[in-house]
């Protein structure tokens, strides 16, 4: 696993995944590793054809993320990260794995949320999920009370 050369870490912008990318930053800044971000857009399901205008939505959801994103790294990124970043489409925790793979990482940094009910459900499944599918090793952060 050492050394850490590249490290993916998701986001949600919620808080517990500031948190984790807090971690991820300060694993990037120790082992001078560069940093992936990764936001999935979850589709939206498809109701009826006349009341929902999908292609919209997903762009409004697109858009959204960028400036989020954008935000993220003016706000939070430190100047000696070299760090880049993913908007992708699809289910959370296959498509972290997927960018995992692609950009050849030693680490997935993922933050689990805390929450009870549906939240915990939701969100506790793509981290569990990530755990089991990544080929790389995943640190989980759990977010503090």
């Known amino acids: ?35 992936v971000i ?7 399901p498809m109701v009826s054809a006349s009341a929902v205008h999908l ?8 858009d959204s993320a960028e400036k989020s994103m954008d935000e993220l790294l003016r706000d939070q990124m430190p100047s000696d990260v070299k760090s880049s970043y993913h908007i ?23 933050a689990t949320h805390g929450e009870s009910g549906i939240q915990n459900f939701i969100f506790g499944s793509v981290t569990e999920r990530t755990v089991r599918i990544a080929r790389c090793p995943v640190l989980t952060i759990r977010p503090t009370e």
């Open 1 to 35: 696993m050492l050394p850490i050369k590249k490290i993916i870490s998701p986001t949600d912008f919620s808080a517990p995944a500031e948190k984790g990318l807090q971690t991820a930053v300060e694993l990037a800044q120790h082992f001078d590793a560069e940093l």
């Open 38 to 44: 990764v936001h999935v857009l979850i589709p939206v």
């Open 55 to 62: 292609p919209t939505i997903m762009n409004s959801m697109a």
């Open 88 to 110: 992708v489409e699809g289910r959370a925790a296959d498509q972290i794995a997927k960018i995992a793979d692609q950009e050849k990482a030693d680490l997935i940094v993922i």
